[in-house]
């Protein structure tokens, strides 16, 4: 199976701060990789797919950049609903894998 | 309004089996892979498994295979796990998503218990 490394885990920050996590996959996977937030007691929120693409809806201050292994979430200045675990996914070869998470919380 | 609603959790003894459904509404559900994820408490996303359009191709995590079997009924917009040989790791919320991997539309969940 394909491993997905996120880091750093866990994060803290600052409204309006600019935020980067990393996801990282055990083996080449192109852009096979998507990113959701996802907040208690509610469904996961799709951001990015096929690395970098938006989701229709999500705000333009989010964004996804990389291939191969090395991927990025940025979120361009953080907002108070941004608080949140954001997990990577690669949705390259089955067992589609997540990363194990990376909470953002209040600095 | 496009949606999914899951059901059929519960508190189930190790060794006991369990059914869930999943409902989708507002979208063409036979054109579409179907997926379950869950999330055990105090830890991250896992993806179980998946099913084709025409349920001829399934896809299982391997630490299910064997034990849970993914099916659905597109007359009736179902799709179902069924859930044998639970074991206490099995505890979770199960989410059903559209989507070969899940993707941009999921369920609220259900919890599924599994304790004696």
Known sequence: DIQMTQSPSPLSASVRDRVTISCRASQNIDNRLSWFQHKPGRAPRLLIFAASTLQSGVPS?????????DFTLTISSLQPEDFATYYCQQTYIVPYTFGQ??????? | EVQLVESGGGLVQPGGSLRLSCVASGFSFRSYWMSWVRQAPGKGLEWVANIKENGNEMNYV???????????????????LQMNSLRVEDTAVYYCGRGMWAGAVWGQGTTVTVSS
């Open chain 1, 61 to 69: 201050r989010f964004s996804g950049s990389g291939s191969g292994t």
């Open chain 1, 101 to 107: 998470g990376t909470m953002v919380d209040t600095k």
């Open chain 2, 62 to 80: 391997e630490s299910v295979q064997g034990r849970f079997t993914v099916s659905r009924d597109n007359t009736k917009k179902y799709l179902y």
